[in-house]
């Protein structure tokens, strides 16, 4: 079995210290790392210092690089041998369009392997002390994305579906649709006093929590003016965060503590 030439590695979201040991162990030998807009970019100082940073990270609505260009250089780069390190924000899988770049490079006929990361919404939940699931009241969790490739809000999801779904949801890419995405749920039934938190940059030194009803929770976020990147929780377990900046769980090496805006 040949060595892995093209290793898709999930970075977290945030936090440099979110990442894998494997992950950070191949960050550390890879000869190219080719990396997305929304790692944690005080983790490229991991990489070695002869290694090439190529960056073709994406701002919402906007391409640095197309996806076809990517998948081109991270060929065009591996069939010469190199390792290349894929780095992309949170978990490769989820939200990432892992699909096509594995398919450009298993196509080229390179052996890749696809290291896990934590994703947002975990990471999110986690730092803010709030269980995605919970014995009786929330057995389900969807992470859905609240814009399409354009920045619209989708129409491509089953709306009803998810305003019905028990336990929790989780919104990627909301900040700018948050609005629509709160009103598609709320009028197709979603109790609009559930407990919803707005969370921008997760992991982050910066990361604030806005919390509201669901019903208010998109006029609360445009009053913080919260921006990108940030997800959107709503659900039944929301309502019982046990915020661990309260506590001392947080490590006071971080920085600053996330604000909270609402309750
Ligand atoms: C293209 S998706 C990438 C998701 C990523 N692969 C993951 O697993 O977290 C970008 C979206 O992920 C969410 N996201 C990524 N990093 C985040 C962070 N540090 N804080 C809050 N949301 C984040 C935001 O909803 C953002 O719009």
Not at 62 to 82: D, K, T
Not at 234 to 263: E, K
Request: glycine content about 10%; some cysteine; aromatic content about 4%.
């Amino acid at each position: 079995v040949s060595e892995p030439l093209v290793s898709f590695v999930g970075a977290g979201p945030g936090d440099p210290e979110l990442i894998t040991l494997k992950g950070l162990r191949l960050l550390r030998e890879a000869d190219v790392v080719i990396h997305d807009r929304l790692i944690p970019h005080t983790l490229l100082a991991e990489a070695h210092p002869g290694a090439e940073i190529i960056d073709v990270g994406k701002s919402p609505r906007q391409h640095c690089l197309p996806q076809v260009e990517i998948n081109r250089l991270m060929v065009e780069v591996a069939r010469r041998g190199r390792r290349v390190v894929r780095l992309k924000g949170g978990d490769p899988a989820v939200f990432a369009r892992l699909a096509e770049e594995i398919e450009a490079v298993a196509a080229a006929g390179l052996p890749f392997e696809v290291v896990p990361g934590v994703t947002a919404a975990t990471a999110a939940a986690a730092l803010a002390g709030i269980s995605l699931t919970e014995r009786g009241r929330a057995s389900t969790v969807v992470f859905a994305t609240g814009t399409d490739h354009s920045g619209r809000v989708t129409t491509a999801l089953d709306w009803p579906a998810l305003a019905r779904t028990e336990g929790t949801l989780v919104f990627y890419m909301a900040v700018h649709g948050l609005e629509t995405v709160v009103s598609m749920l709320v009028t197709r039934g979603r109790h609009p006093g559930e407990p919803a938190v707005v969370i921008e940059h997760v992991g982050a030194a910066c990361e604030r929590v806005v919390a509201a009803p669901l019903g208010e929770i998109a006029d609360r976020a445009r009053e913080a003016v919260v921006t990108s990147p940030a997800v959107l929780i709503t659900g039944p377990t929301v309502a019982f965060a046990q915020p661990p900046w309260n506590g001392r769980t947080r490590r006071a090496s971080r920085g600053a503590r996330p604000s909270i805006v609402g309750s």
